[in-house]
């Protein structure tokens, strides 16, 4: 897989991995910035649900506070009979529906010296107003006590009452006094009563969330209300705090009780859930509002965010994953076709199918760019393969046209066995391709020897058909008997006619008298040839100032002549024996020639051609031969033996 | 082989270096052609720096002459030596191809 689509693969995960970056950096700083929001809002929410509340329970405490307060500063001012007093706590109590009961409870023998307790209390048990007197020992109660004590106006603890009806309440107490002699003595208790069922009634009507609640704790720490009716009244905040180990709890309780107004995580009591609890204290009765919020009730919505949220970027994400893949596949699915038919175009199979790329992008272009490579390729080899043979065809042609070249030349020696008074030898070495050398030898008559070595220009096809013609010219002429200087004249003319290639000839030709070794010449700008004496010297012919043949027309060409001596040699080569090159493109030379042909004065003709040819094939060595190497060599006997054979 | 030309007061002066054998010769065929083509009349060949010419190369200078001989032009040849002279002379051509020692003696002849 990662080798195949390995294109696809690193696209998918350089993506990805990015997109995974990017999302998740949005999306935790998306979260913290919510939750930070959500909680703020929380926050500022608490703090007015619980101010509102305090507001609630004080305004309404505060309400009930102020009946006692009145009613002592009238005791105080005024005179009252028993009647009186028992009327106006009737009055209290119907008048005021958060007032429980209400009682004014006199000191021993204070309203009367006949009766050591006076308290008469009014109080409400199922919507109808009972009155009792409280019995004589209310003197130790603390909602007596504490405020006789204090000298002020106290709430009591919560307690639970049995005389009035049963139930939970507390009481706010007023000392009053009475002006006696001047002097203000304390005279008794106002109490007014309120049920903590009516508190349990309020904060119960607080909606919040779900599961969140509030509670109240006393002044010692007491729940005064609670959900969990169990803790009202038989548990304190610390008890709960030291039966749960918690010392958060007993810290928020210590807060709580002194009076702190606070914002602190906790974990409920009812429902065990992790909350916010939110704590305010009730200024008038020094009671403790708390409020719990629950904490994942509160964030359901910043959860359900982030469950969304997640699943659009998972959503996303795969959406992604599948895009990225399609795309990468749609651009490596052509590659690999390329990189496969790229495979067996390598392998030589020209036929192979370029796959089709239809979107118009660089890959299609490439694909282009394949199918142009792999129809020149197919074209080049065809072309190549059709030159191949074309070639093989010349190269098959031009072997036969060299052979017929040889074949042409006479290459039989010696050529006249029967004839002794001299000796001819003659080689030709051609180069790689057809040459343009020639040499010829025949007899004009019984003692007229015709030889001729020449070069035409060039090489090849045309040059050997060149020396053909040339050589079937001279023939022609010589047969005619011409002075070798007239036959040259008139082979110039002939070749010169129509000759448009511009190719010419350079020609030595000279007729040897068999009997007395005179050799007339004539030379048609051929490489001087060389006498070699018996008696060792070595000259170079002389010239007759000829230029080579087909040059141009109306050349005249002049005869000389030379004679040889029994046992004098005649040398003719091609400038391919000069003109030999070695390795590093030296020529061979006519120096090297001449110090060659010295050293082997006394051999015989066959002995001088092989010794030369192999100065100088040891001199060329590995150098490609670039020229037909050429030579003719005659060694005159004498014309005795003709004469006596005749 | 290099070819260097140079064109003064309608003349032409190619200077040939290095080998003019069957291998290169065609190149300097080809050049000779497409100047003579051009209608350029008085062409010196400048030798100096031939170190060989080989009778394939000889074809190309008389074929050179000859073509623009035909035009009514000359083709001049300069500074003929060592193994390049003697083929020249030893073939004739220096009796049918006008030579000279220096290129300035061919320019001053052509002008």
Known sequence: ?????????????????????????????????????????????????????????????????????????????????????????????????????????????????????????????????????????????????????????????????????????????????????????????????????????????????????????????????????????????????????????????????????????????????????KYSPLPASGWSLAVLFPQDELMTDIARLNRTVISIGLAGFFFLLLVIVWIARSITRPLRGLSKAAGQIARGDLDAEIPDVRNRDEVANLAESFRFMKTSLKKYIADLRE????????????????????????????????????????????????????????????????????????????????????????????????????????????????????????????????RTGEIRYSNAGHNPPFIMRKAGALEKIQGTGGTALGTMEGLVFKSRSVVLSPGDVIFLYTDGVTEAFDAGGALFSDQRLIKDLSTVTNGSVKDITESIMASVKAFAKDAAQSDDITMLVIQFRGGASYTTAR | MEIQKKKEDNIMVIAVSGRLDAVTSPELEKELLSIIAEGNKSLVLDFAKLDYISSAG????????????????????????????????????????PCFDTADSAFKAGS
Request: with cysteine; aromatic share 12%; charged share 20%.
């Open chain 1, 1 to 277: 897989m990662i080798g195949k689509s390995g294109i696809a693969l690193r696209i998918s995960l350089l993506v990805l991995s990015s997109i995974t970056v990017i999302f998740s950096s949005v999306f935790i700083y998306n979260y913290l910035f919510s939750r930070q929001i959500i909680q703020t809002n929380i926050e500022r929410n608490a703090e007015s649900l619980t101010q509102a509340t305090v507001n609630k329970i004080d305004g309404v405490l505060s309400a009930v506070e102020r009946v006692p307060i009145n009613l002592a500063v009238f005791l105080e001012e005024f005179s009252y009979s028993g009647g009186e007093l028992i009327g106006l706590i009737k009055a209290v109590v119907e008048n005021n529906p958060e007032i429980y009961g209400a009682a004014i409870a006199f000191e021993p023998y204070a309203y009367s010296p006949n009766a050591k307790d006076f308290a008469p209390y009014f109080f409400k048990q199922d919507g109808k107003l009972q009155f009792t007197y409280i019995p004589y020992d209310y003197f130790g109660w603390d909602w007596y006590q504490i405020a006789r004590e204090l000298k002020k106006p106290v709430w009591t603890e919560p307690y639970f009452d049995e005389g009035a009806g049963g139930i939970i309440m507390a009481t706010f107490s007023v000392p009053f006094y009475k002006r006696i002699e001047g002097e203000r003595v304390l005279t008794g208790v106002v109490t007014a009563d309120i049920s903590l069922s009516w508190l349990q009634k309020i904060l119960s009507s607080l909606k919040i969330s779900e599961t969140g609640y509030a509670f109240l704790i006393s002044k010692n720490g007491t729940f005064i209300t609670h959900p969990d009716p169990d803790l009202v009244m038989n548990e304190t905040i610390f008890s709960v705090a030291e039966a749960r180990s918690d010392a958060q709890l007993r810290e928020i309780g210590r807060r709580m009780v002194q009076g702190d107004t606070g914002y602190a995580p906790f974990t409920s009591l009812v429902t065990g859930k992790r909350c916010w609890l």
């Open chain 1, 387 to 514: 030159t191949t043979a074309a070639k093989e065809r010349i190269e098959s042609e031009l072997k036969i046209a060299h052979d017929i070249q040889m074949s042409i030349i006479p290459k039989t020696f010696p050529p006249f066995p029967d004839r002794d008074e001299f000796d001819l030898y003659a080689t030709i070495e051609p180069a790689r391709e057809v040459g343009g050398d020639l040499y010829d030898f025949f007899f004009l008559d019984d003692t007229h020897l015709c030889f001729l070595i020449g070069d035409v220009s060039g090489k090849g096809v045309p040059a050997s058909l060149f020396m053909a013609i040339t050589r079937t010219l001279i023939k022609a002429k010589a047969a005619q008997g011409l002075e070798p200087g007239t036959l040259l004249t008139r082979v110039n003319e002939d070749l010169c006619i129509d000759n448009d290639a511009v190719m010419f000839v350079t020609l030595f030709l000279g007729i040897l008298d068999v």
């Open chain 2, 58 to 97: 000889l074809r190309v200078v008389l074929a050179g002459a000859k073509k623009i001989k035909q035009q009514q032009g000359i083709l001049r040849l300069a500074c003929l030596k060592g193994v390049v002279k003697e083929v020249f002379e030893v073939s004739g051509f220096d009796s049918i191809i």
